[in-house]
């Protein structure tokens, strides 16, 4: 904006002069290309906004993603929206208050391993630990024995479970990172989340949960000094690997964030078990001894049976200092009511999330993340989806709501905030459609939606696709967990059956794997340089429509599969 407001300034003061002089080809070419159809330059009107310079980002907290926040209320109440929010002095509330902070851990911590009728042992911070900053409390003080449970995964569907006949009330639970093998790919990637590993070690008791590296420590130095004479055998701290000197700590780690609970203290998924830290290689030997090397074999091996539990003798204990920020940013939200006397109040939510990552705060040249892709577009087709439904001159069924997020960057803050303080009764919220980082780059000739083989969501997806045109076809990268990583998971945890949807990769798709390696979450993903097709805007903006629709003015009410494994976890409708 600021750079546009200079050049016109310019031209103004030497109009005459510049009038005269013949202009490059390319500048003449650009202004003389046929202007877009109506619906493509409304599309682009708000990614040209949104993921503007001045927008900076749209970091969630920042004065730049409010003015993008009141953009979106502006638009929606355009569209005929009736404002779902929380109710304002001017009487319109489309924007949900979401009450954040912003944490970190103050100093490097402390970590100290008392053995068995011995000397309590500083760890190094750096060294062979990492502290991990606790959201829900300012001083974190536990001391209790530990007990390693590999990967601290309780899955019985898969016959799995790290906790089988251990008892760990009262101590602090060892873990390795990530799943065991066998698992699914969305099911591994939410087991092996920390939130989850905290919440089965807290229902079982334990006061803390640490992971431990899963790699050997480097080997001792070849050339050991030979005992002298007579010598007694040196004690099992001294033959560890040479510990080095300990890396450098900043005085504060990075700032993470959540959102706050009315006394302050931030939103975690386990208050009773919080995350402490992560043992390095030296640090978990110092504390399994000769255990270790079971740990990192096991680990190796991707084991599917449940680790041997085991219990290094003695008392681990950690203090751990958080300091907290206040950081307030909204959601967004719309309704069209259903005009159905029996299903009008049930409500279908389509979501994108309206925040990014903000401005890079090193490097040279060009610092902002301007977001076009993630998700200025996915915003633009929330908006537009929105006026296709006013300009239907037919109400929906069932009630749809249209809900931008904030923070979904910082780790679906947003929308985890709506879904646990929703706008409308919860129960009252029977589908979740979400639309993140379309990468319109070519035209599509199919779609992936995730989620749609769980629910009955998935046969009203593929009709309405295919009345566009449009098969949808596997998920091409399952390994990468999509289903579990964006705002619609927030509605699953609920139990509420949800869709994510992408454009496929037929064709020319490799377009979309060459801007997740090269431009996702970093300043080239801006219009300057992303080469958007708006016709392909607006059939993404059909087919969800068309998604959307029937989900709203059909017969039933969507349930989860049978047997589902998130529907039965989070006692979804009809999962069991």
């Known amino acids: 904006m600021f750079r546009i407001s200079a050049a016109l300034g310019l031209a103004l003061l030497t109009g005459a002069a510049v009038a005269q002089r013949p202009e490059p080809a390319a500048r003449v070419d650009a202004r003389m290309a046929a202007p877009l159809p109506a619906d493509q330059a409304a599309m682009k009107a708000h990614v040209l906004f949104l993921a503007s310079d001045a927008m900076r980002g749209r970091e969630a907290g920042s004065a730049e993603y409010d003015i993008a926040a009141q953009y979106v209320a502006a638009q929606f109440y355009a569209a005929g929206l009736r404002p779902a929010g929380d109710a304002d002095a001017a009487g319109t509330g ?12 103050e100093g490097p911590g402390k970590f100290a391993w008392k053995p068995r009728n011995g000397r309590a042992q500083p760890l190094a911070p750096g060294a062979d630990f990492i502290a991990t900053a606790n959201a829900a409390r300012a001083e974190t003080r536990v001391s209790a024995p530990v007990v390693f449970v590999g990967h601290g995964v309780t899955a019985p569907q898969y016959g799995h479970d790290d906790y089988k006949g251990v008892d760990v009330r009262g101590k602090i639970v060892a873990v390795v990172n990530g799943a065991p093998a066998g698992f699914g790919g969305e099911e591994s990637a939410f087991f092996a989340r920390a939130g989850t590993k905290a919440r089965t070690a807290q229902a079982r008791g334990a006061v803390g949960l640490i992971t431990v590296a899963a790699r050997a420590a480097p080997p001792r130095p070849a050339a050991a000094p030979a005992a002298a004479p007579g010598a007694t055998a040196a004690p099992l701290a001294a033959v560890q690997p040479v510990v080095p000197a300990p890396a450098p700590v900043l005085p504060r ?23 402490l830290g992560s043992l390095t290689a030296l640090g978990a030997a110092k504390l399994f001894g000769a255990d270790y090397s079971r740990i990192t074999a096991a680990a190796a091996a991707g084991e599917k049976a449940r680790y041997t539990a085991i219990r290094p003798a003695g008392v681990l204990s950690v203090e751990v200092n958080t300091s907290f920020e206040k950081v307030a940013s909204s959601n967004v939200v719309g309704v069209i009511p259903g005009s159905d006397p029996k299903v009008g109040k049930e409500v279908v939510v389509l979501s994108a999330h309206l925040d990014h990552i903000g401005v890079r705060t090193t490097g040279e040249g060009d610092r902002i993340n301007n977001g076009a892709l993630d998700n200025a577009i996915g915003i633009a087709s929330l908006i537009e989806e929105a006026k296709r439904f006013a300009a239907s001159g037919t109400p929906p069924r069932r009630t749809v709501m249209f809900l931008a997020v904030t923070a979904e960057e910082k780790g679906l803050v947003g929308a985890d905030y709506f879904a646990n303080h929703p706008t409308v009764p919860i129960g009252n919220i029977v589908a979740n459609v979400n639309l993140d980082m379309p990468v319109l780059l070519y035209r599509f000739q199919d779609m992936t939606v995730f989620g749609a083989e769980r629910s009955t969501l998935g046969p009203i997806v593929r009709r309405a696709a295919q009345s566009a045109g449009v098969d949808l076809t596997p998920d091409a990268n399952p390994e990468e967990a999509f289903f579990v990583r964006s705002d619609h998971f927030r509605f699953v945890e609920k139990g509420v059956p949800s869709v994510f949807l992408w454009p496929g990769q037929k064709g020319d798709g490799g377009a979309f794997r060459n801007f997740l390696k090269t431009c996702y979450h970093r300043p080239c993903d801006e219009l300057a340089k992303q080469p958007i097709l708006w016709d392909q805007g607006v059939r993404f903006v059909d087919v969800n429509y068309r998604i959307a629709r029937e989900i709203a003015d059909g017969p039933a009410r969507p349930v989860w599969n049978k047997g589902d494994y998130f529907g039965m976890l989070f006692k979804g409708p009809m999962a069991k």
Request: charged fraction near 15%; aromatic fraction near 8%; proline fraction near 11%.
């Open 94 to 105: 489309y924007l949900q208050r979401v009450p954040m902070v912003s944490y970190r851990v």
């Open 253 to 275: 780690g990075p700032a993470r964030m959540t959102w706050a609970n009315p006394d302050g203290t931030g939103r975690v998924d386990a208050a009773g078990a919080p995350m």
